[in-house]
């Protein structure tokens, strides 16, 4: 089993979830995180003064698949969330060790 984690824009969220979806993926979780990469933040102008934003709202995407989905919701992930300009974001992916369901103390993928 695989952990997909994607730190994308926020406005790319829905395309991204309905194209996991779409191969398969049954469930994903979504925060709303901070941060920067190459583009160290920018600068904005509110009533006058000139200041720097330096973390960016994205959205962070967690998955946990079986390891035969892995490239279909990566690819998922990339051309959803791609828009061709600085920031569009990252993936990283994770090997796990266990899975167990609270509720019914299944394990492994039956736990997904």
Known sequence: MKK????IKPFKLDEVKD???E???????????????RQKGHSE???GPEYVVDFVAKAKIEVVCEDNMVERAVEAISAAAR??????????????????????NEKAEAAL
Do not use: P, W
């Not at 828009?83 to 019914?104: A, L, Q, S």
């Open 4 to 7: 997909i984690e994607a730190i």
């Open 19 to 21: 194209a996991l979806q």
């Open 23 to 37: 191969v398969g993926v049954d469930g994903i979780t979504v925060s709303e995180v901070k941060g920067f990469g």
């Open 45 to 47: 102008l509110h009533r």
């Open 83 to 104: 828009t061709g300009r600085i920031g569009d974001g990252k993936i990283f992916i994770y090997n796990i060790e266990e899975v167990i369901r609270i509720r019914t």
